[in-house]
């Protein structure tokens, strides 16, 4: 029997579904969980020879909020916001349907196809290969404007490029700040 090339394409790929273990199948079919990521990047001394950078990010899933941090020594803000979505990223364990929220306009509208990126290639390059299993909502959220979450991430943003390195402590009372905040109650601000 002669198939069309089209046919030909797709049958390689129809044996390898009937041919995976249980879990294989499992892991392809199974609904992705829905996570909130706040993120936030701070620049002490932005543009001047001792600046210290940091980022944050708080990530929740159904009400329960975990935050991770990176010291980034001398960076700009712009380079420590990028960072701040990258790192929420890479703390994901398996693929997702991500709804993160910055307050950098940069960060958004670059990630949403709105703005094209002139610097900062190689920190575009770890935000690109930390968002690319997971699809990802991205929204601005107004700096400095007293919400919950944003807040607790700038504050340990802050703090740790402060301090000069990520402390348990600090990441600790950002979730502490948050407290059971379910990010399903969030009303979209764009």
């Known amino acids: 029997m002669r198939h069309s090339s089209d046919e030909r394409r797709i049958l390689p790929i129809a044996l390898r579904v009937e041919t995976m273990i249980p879990k294989e199948k499992e892991k392809m079919t199974k609904p992705r969980k829905l996570v909130t990521i706040f993120c936030d990047g701070s620049s002490l001394g932005n543009g001047q020879a001792a600046t210290r950078a940091a980022a944050v990010a708080l990530l929740g899933f159904q009400g329960v909020w975990r935050a991770v941090g990176e010291f980034l020594g001398h960076a700009t803000n712009q380079q420590a916001e ?4 990258a ?5 994901l364990k398996e693929p997702c349907r991500v709804h993160l929220f910055s307050d950098s306009r940069y960060v958004v509208e670059t990630m949403s196809g709105r703005f094209r990126r002139k610097t900062n ?4 390059q770890r935000l690109d290969h930390a ?3 997971h699809e990802v909502k991205w929204e601005w ?3 400095h404007d007293g919400h919950l979450v944003q807040e607790a991430a700038d504050r340990a943003a802050r703090k740790i490029a402060a301090s000069g390195h990520a402390e348990d402590e600090i990441l600790r009372d950002a ?3 948050v407290g059971s905040f379910d990010p399903a109650e969030l009303v979209s601000t764009g």
């Open 82 to 85: 990028i960072v701040a979505a």
């Open 87 to 91: 790192l929420g990223l890479e703390s």
């Open 121 to 124: 290639h190689e920190w575009w």
């Open 131 to 133: 968002s690319g299993r």
């Open 141 to 143: 959220l107004r700096g």
């Open 175 to 177: 979730v502490d700040r």
